[in-house]
């Protein structure tokens, strides 16, 4: 009875949960980042090393998410006045700034509506989960990592600028795409096309799989 099944958590290519929680900022919700990207992310708690490296990263690449029209939001089930010594302690320790809000999510409402909390690692703790939404609301990317391993803030700006220029130039991004590299065509619908793809002026291998410069 597979029907009766209701997916757990936000899925991808739909509007993303909407939320409207107390930050280091103020007061944000979605509909604040109506118009640009946002990368919403999740660490399991404060002061904790692991949770300290990411948040180094995203404050080192945040002047390039800025570039690309995309803001950055942070969360954890810690109180705010946590996040507040957190990031004064990141500064007076590391010599780094955080910018970017974070979310004091004690009543667990936002990790909930994202599925931000995995039984099988934590009851109480959000895990390691990236969040990318487009302009419109609407999730395009997410990615978790456990507890005890640190995600890679490089290829969450990979995925993004990804993304954006596959939405601009209407094409695919192979395995590992950079800027500079070939994109993916869309592959024909039928069989007239599939058969004309070859006199196409694109580098093609097969009828299926033919690639561009942008």
């Known amino acids: ?9 936000p899925r991808l290519n739909e509007p993303a949960p909407a939320f409207d929680a107390p930050t280091t900022h103020g007061q944000k919700t979605l509909e604040d980042y109506r118009g640009k990207w946002l990368v919403l992310f ?18 080192k690449k945040q002047d390039e998410f800025n570039a690309m029209n995309t803001k950055l939001l942070g969360l954890s089930i810690d109180s705010h006045y946590s ?17 970017f809000p974070i979310i004091a999510d004690l009543s667990m409402a936002v990790a909930q509506a994202y599925g931000m909390i995995q039984p ?4 109480t703790a959000a895990v390691r989960a990236t ?8 999730l395009r990317a997410m990615v978790y990592y456990p ?3 640190g995600r890679s803030v490089d290829e969450i700006h990979r995925l993004l600028l990804a993304l954006q220029t596959a939405d601009e130039n209407h094409c695919a991004m192979p395995e590992n795409w950079k800027p500079g590299d070939e994109v993916i065509v869309p592959t024909p619908k039928t069989p007239q096309e599939a058969a004309a793809r070859a006199s196409e002026g694109y580098n093609t291998v097969d009828w299926y799989f033919s690639t561009r410069a942008l």
């Not at 099988?120 to 009851?123: E, I, L």
């Open 1 to 9: 009875m597979t029907d009766n099944i209701q997916p757990i958590g």
């Open 42 to 59: 999740s660490h399991p708690a404060d002061f904790t090393p692991v949770c300290t490296t990411e948040f180094i990263a995203f404050a």
């Open 83 to 99: 996040h507040i010594a957190w990031i004064l302690n990141i500064k007076d320790k590391f010599g780094v700034e955080i910018k």
């Open 120 to 123: 099988g690692a934590s009851d």
């Open 131 to 138: 969040f990318i939404i487009d302009p419109e609301g609407v």
């Open 147 to 149: 507890m005890n391993a």
